[in-house]
């Protein structure tokens, strides 16, 4: 669980949060699962890459 906290949801929690129903609320999780394949470190930039356009993480 803490996992997952620190991975799938907190990219999801911000799309949720930061989406709407325009750009939608949901994070691209076929690209996730792509990127984790192919190697791709899990860090901001990552999750920048699968959030909803126009939705980037805070800071």
Request: proline share 0%.
């Given at each position: 669980l803490a996992l997952n906290m620190m991975?799938?949801?907190r990219a999801g929690f911000t799309a949720f949060n930061s989406g709407d129903r325009k750009?939608?609320?949901t994070i691209n999780f076929a690209k996730l699962r792509?990127?984790?394949a192919e190697g791709k470190v899990y860090d901001d930039n990552m999750i920048n890459r699968i959030l909803p356009e126009g939705v980037k993480l805070p800071g």
């Open positions: 991975t799938d949801a750009i939608g609320r792509l990127l984790i």
